[in-house]
Nanobody
């Protein structure tokens, strides 16, 4: 069964850190574009970070540059989003995604995780 399973969300104070994990099963991540999107209440879904399959270039949204890092461990078939210096405006449901090609829009991705809530609040 092909699926992505997320973990690592939760409640954190401003300035804190969280690491989200996304474990893939049923396919090998080595050959897929991977990424993270998020959606806050009342807002559109936005790309946080992704790695393109075509050239392995990494994209970060301007709002997270220097604070978030995407990475993958092909041996574990898992990828991650390390989030540091978290801010209240980072509060959202975070989704991991994967696709043979990928892209900058959420509809470019065929596989989605179930979503994990990240809340940044004091």
């Amino acid at each position: 069964q092909v699926q992505l399973v997320e973990s690592g969300g939760g409640l954190v104070q401003p300035g804190g850190s969280l690491r989200l994990s996304c474990a893939a099963s049923g396919f090998a991540l080595d050959f897929y574009a991977i990424g993270w999107f998020r959606q806050a209440p009342g807002k559109d879904r936005e790309a946080v970070s992704y790695i393109r399959r075509s050239d392995e270039n990494t994209y970060y949204a301007d709002s997270v540059k220097g604070r978030f890092t995407i990475s993958r461990d092909n041996a574990k078939n898992t990828f991650y989003l390390q989030m540091n210096s978290l801010r209240p405006q980072d509060t959202a449901v975070y989704y991991c995604v994967a696709d043979p090609l990928g892209g900058s829009n959420y509809y470019n991705y065929h596989y989605w995780g179930q979503g994990t809530q990240v809340t940044v609040s004091s």
